[in-house]
């Protein structure tokens, strides 16, 4: 399918900030073994690659407000649209050499997530959607895995660390799901975990305590590909709560099962 006008611009804007970001991501290979280590630098490259994105989708659709991990909000004229937006989530694994990061960008209008994008530049993957027209990665559509029960399964979560999130609360939540299913993965990007889900490669994401700029566009990817997202309560009210729980239908409802009981 070819990408929409506004896919294009969201698609432009990533190729310009990221190929900045593989330029950094290759220098912090070389960094890890520097005594200061590469965490500055880390910060430097997360926000240049914001700075970029916000000035070109600023230039491409003006007047959008935005909300983005590291200059949060600024105020747009146009109070209608909202870009939900993560230069680079999954940061501890880039500042470790692990090609495992994303951009994450989301549109909202008027409160409703309508587009979405998580590039993955170490694998070069663009996944896409836009609400209704369904869920892409490059060009091909996305669907949920169609594994029906969680022995077949291999979900994905997100793990407090130190100084963060309830520990006792995660683990508990852990022994529950690895009783039940056939793998238990973490890969450190909320936003590539989402996408993962939307391409069937996992078959359940739940992760407490995260952003809104870590999930915005994961969530419709997965919503787009057939899949179900809801917070822990199996309400509609991720981005504010902070908690997440993304499936397909059947896998959803066992995992929501698990996970509360
Ligand atoms: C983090 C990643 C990670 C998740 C954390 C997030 P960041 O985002 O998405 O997978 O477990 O909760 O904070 O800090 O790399 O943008």
Redesign the pocket.
Known sequence: MPASALMNVMINATRKASRRLIRDFNEVEQLQVSVKGPSDFVTQADLACEKTLFEELSKAREGYGFLM?EQGTIQGSDKTHRWII?P?????NFLHGIPLFAISIALERDGELVAALVYNPAMDEFYTAERGKGAFLNDRRLRVAGRKTLSQSVVVT?IPHRGRGNHDQQLQEQRAVMQEVSGVRR?????L?LAWVASGRFDAYW?R???AW?MAAGILLVREAGGMVTDMDGKDDMLKKGDILAASVPIHKSMYKTLTK
């Open positions: 991990e993560d680079l989530d999954g940061t501890t997100g890969t450190g990007s909320a936003a975990d992760e305590g995260i952003q870590d």
